[in-house]
């Protein structure tokens, strides 16, 4: 008989292990897709994909009475910030910092899941889960060290909050989507909820700035953007399931670790990177982490 008790500690990792998986493989989607229009856009077109893949199921999956819960009012508010606060600031840092300093001190953000974890939600660190996150944050940091940071730093002082704010939002909305699933543990709602109000905030965000619908079709990469949105709506079940069923200081550290995965299927299934010095010294670093935070549980 298979032991339950190990099967429902596994659960999690899993889980968590194949929402950073499909998430690697989006970004390399959304890659193919950007080659014919920006990322404003095709972000629209993906969180819309998203949207649709969820409420096409929701007659199925989605009782009426989720919708008067304290818990659809935290699911919304966690789509007012995640993913368009966040990716806003991401954006900025790239502009200020750079892609490598931005991608440097975006890996704090298992670090800042894992103190929300601990003080709001009374979850326990053991030191393989330390060793574990240090270790996979150590490889996410090497990893983006390839770019280097520049011969001279000539960005303001101010800006380096602008990642460190980007990572601070991302784990607070992992945080606030498990504490709300503790009243209604509805992954599905969850996504379904926060990616609707996602969408809305950045059709007002699109609309403000462009003043115009997107361009759709083959020649615009509409089909690559919402082949992401689907493959991104998978990754976020994935992720609040495991969040469901297991700790923050888990989850967090192992689905941060989908650069390393993204890397290694951009290098030996699309043939698009190779393999560094650092690369390899991030793999080494990461499969270590991600194997200690697993045989903690």
Avoid at 101 to 130: D, K, N, R
Avoid at 206 to 211: D, E, K, L, S, V
Avoid at 215 to 228: D, E, P, Q, S
Avoid at 230 to 238: A, C, F, L, R
Wanted: with cysteine.
């Amino acid at each position: 008989m298979p032991d339950i008790a190990g099967l429902q500690d596994l659960a999690p990792i899993l889980l968590a292990l194949t929402s950073a998986t499909l998430f690697a493989i989006s970004i390399l989607v959304l890659h193919q897709g950007l080659r014919h229009t920006d990322s404003e856009t095709g972000s629209l077109i993906q969180i819309a994909a998203t949207v649709l893949c969820y409420w096409l199921l929701a007659p199925w999956l989605v009782e009426s009475w989720y919708w008067f819960t304290p818990a659809a009012a935290l699911f919304a508010a966690v789509g007012l910030f995640k993913p368009v606060l966040s990716a806003n600031a991401s954006l900025l840092s790239v502009h200020h910092l750079g892609p490598t300093p931005t991608s440097t001190l975006a890996a704090t953000s298992p670090l800042f899941a894992a103190a929300f974890g601990v003080f709001f939600l009374g979850e326990h660190l053991t030191l393989p889960i330390v060793l574990g996150t240090m270790a996979i944050m150590g490889g996410s940091i090497v990893l983006a060290q390839q770019g280097g940071w520049g011969r001279r730093a000539t960005w303001p002082l101010w800006a380096l909050s602008l990642p460190l704010a980007a990572a601070l939002i991302r784990a607070a909305g992992d945080v606030l989507t498990k504490f709300a699933m503790i009243d209604l543990p509805s992954a599905y709602f969850a996504g379904l909820v926060s990616f609707s109000v996602s969408l809305i905030i950045a059709l007002l965000v699109y609309g403000a700035r462009r003043r115009a619908l997107p361009r759709l079709g083959r020649a615009h990469g509409t089909g690559w953007f919402a082949l992401a949105g689907v493959i991104n709506g998978i990754s976020v079940y994935s992720l609040n399931t495991a969040l469901k069923l297991g700790e923050v200081i888990v989850v967090i550290p192992l689905v941060s670790a989908s650069p390393i995965l993204t890397l290694l299927l951009s290098a030996f299934l699309v043939r698009r990177e190779t393999i560094t010095r650092n690369s390899l010294l991030a793999v080494l670093l990461v499969v270590p982490g991600v194997i200690m935070i697993a045989v903690s549980r």
